[in-house]
């Protein structure tokens, strides 16, 4: 998961959702605890802060075979 694509908290609970994987077995995945999966998700439409959680995050899509395409890329 490359840090061209734009990770959100959507993104991610839109993942989560279409896998139909749960937050702690997501959280577990990228290695962060489901409360701070859960805060992620919360913040909705903004730029996850850290690359730290991007790269967690991106762990967890690449487990469980979640692909996203970057819309923007040309």
């Given at each position: 998961?490359?840090?061209?694509?734009?990770?959100?908290?959507?993104?991610?609970?839109?993942?989560?959702?279409?896998?139909?994987?749960?937050?702690e077995?997501?959280?577990?995945?990228?290695?962060?605890?489901?409360?701070?999966?859960?805060l992620?998700?919360?913040?909705?439409?903004?730029?996850?802060?850290?690359?730290?959680?991007?790269?967690?995050?991106?762990?967890?899509?690449?487990?469980?075979?979640?692909?996203?395409?970057?819309?923007?890329?040309?």
């Open positions: 998961m490359g840090s061209k694509i734009k990770m959100t908290g959507r993104l991610i609970a839109a993942a989560r959702g279409l896998t139909g994987i749960s937050r077995d997501f959280a577990g995945a990228a290695g962060i605890s489901a409360e701070a999966m859960a992620m998700e919360a913040s909705g439409s903004a730029r996850l802060d850290s690359e730290r959680d991007a790269e967690a995050v991106g762990r967890a899509f690449e487990r469980f075979g979640v692909i996203v395409i970057d819309e923007d890329a040309s």
